[in-house]
């Protein structure tokens, strides 16, 4: 069975300080990994996608890695700010999933303090 | 762009009373899903569509019932509430994958239930 582990679960960081958030996975056959946001009592916002050819995706501050054969994605934050305060999830879509569904991690809860 | 939307955002139900889950995308997505997602226990999947008339179980559909009678709607129905049935309940849809690249999920905004 896929487990997907987000550590740490919790984080609090100066702001201006680069945010390294940690997800790893058991079973490395996977489409993809999914990076989300979480705002309290809010949705899940999409981050980043990553397709299991590709080693790394940026998008503006934001850069995920990914090494399939060591089950692990890492995303960076860079020149944190209060505004990024929120929960940062993982997902991952096994290629054996029935309907191609998303196995999450536990999420990382992300302070910035001003 | 609307997305995602799930109506009603916000319900309070009773003990054995019932009631229908609305999620609408506007995107043209095949693949639709329903999530539940309880503190320590992470995101879950209840029951997800392949496409237009077709529904199947996901991790926890006991209590549950879903219908895809509409491609662009997913409805997700609990027939007689339970105290266990109060969660955030996150509907998602993505297309249909393309070879061997994934396609993105998009997530709606959240039902928070509460059921007493």
């Known amino acids: 069975k896929q487990e997907v582990t987000q550590i740490p679960a919790a984080l609090s960081v100066p702001e201006g300080e680069n945010l390294v958030l940690n997800c790893s996975f058991t079973?490395?056959?996977?489409?993809?990994l999914q990076w989300f946001r979480q705002d309290p009592g809010k949705g899940l916002t999409s981050l980043l996608l990553i397709q299991s050819s590709q080693r790394e995706q940026t998008s503006g501050r934001l850069n995920a890695s990914l090494d399939k054969s060591s089950g692990r994605s890492t995303l960076y934050i860079a020149a944190s700010q209060p505004g990024d305060s929120a929960t940062y999830l993982c997902a991952v879509r096994l290629i054996k999933a029935a309907g191609n569904k998303l196995t999450f991690g536990g999420g990382t809860r992300v302070l910035v303090k001003p | 762009n609307a997305g995602v939307t799930q109506t009603p955002k916000f319900r309070v139900l009773k003990t054995g009373q019932s009631m229908t889950l609305l999620c609408a995308q506007d995107?043209?997505?095949?693949?639709m899903y329903w999530y539940r997602q309880d503190p320590g226990m992470g995101l879950r999947l209840i029951h997800y569509s392949v496409g237009e008339g077709t529904t199947a179980k996901g991790e926890v559909p006991d209590g549950y019932n879903v219908s895809r009678l509409k491609k662009q709607n997913f409805l997700l129905g609990l027939e007689s509430a339970a105290p266990s049935q109060t969660s955030v309940y996150f509907c998602?849809?993505?297309?249909?994958?393309?070879?061997?690249?994934?396609?993105?999920?998009?997530f709606g905004q959240g039902t928070r239930l509460t059921v007493v």
């Open positions: 998602a849809s993505r297309e249909k994958r393309q070879g061997k690249l994934g396609t993105e999920a998009f």
């Open positions: 995107m043209n997505h095949e693949y």
């Open positions: 079973d490395s056959a996977i489409y993809n």
